[in-house]
């Protein structure tokens, strides 16, 4: 079965970078595209970043857009989240999941939530 992992997260402080990965076992990326969500403390979750699989168009949430940037590497079976001047506010549980090419749109352009369901996400703190 087809289980995508998140890896990466830890405390950072302010300004400071980190890099997510969400690397995929049991199978493999081709034809899904790939989405980061977060979960901040008391909030819900945001869906901040997507990339399809088709040509790797890239979307962004307005939060994030400027200092975070995805990629990805198939033949590694692996999804980047490069986070850069992190600050406060981007502390929360960030979560990767896999999209068919069904839900392409609902989730990458409309940050829906996907069907998938969740993984253990990986923690990211930002502080002094």
């Known amino acids: 079965q087809r289980q995508l992992v998140e890896s990466g997260g830890g405390l950072v402080q302010p300004g400071g970078s980190l890099r997510l990965s969400c690397a995929v076992s049991?199978?493999?990326?081709?034809?899904?595209?790939v989405s980061w969500f977060r979960q901040a403390p008391g909030k819900e979750r945001e869906g901040i970043s997507c990339?399809?699989?088709?040509?790797?168009?890239?979307y962004y949430a307005e939060s994030v857009k400027g200092r975070f940037t995805i990629s990805r590497d198939n033949a590694k079976n692996t999804v980047y989240l490069q986070m850069n001047s992190l600050k406060p506010e981007d502390t929360a549980v960030y979560y990767c999941?896999?999209?068919?090419?069904?839900?392409?749109?609902?989730?990458?352009?409309?940050?829906?939530?996907?069907?998938?369901?969740w993984g253990q996400g990986t923690q990211v703190t930002v502080s002094s």
């Open positions: 990339i399809t699989s088709a040509d790797g168009s890239k």
């Open positions: 049991g199978g493999t990326l081709d034809y899904y595209g």
């Open positions: 999941a896999g999209i068919p090419p069904t839900e392409l749109l609902n989730v990458c352009v409309f940050f829906s939530p996907p069907k998938s369901g």
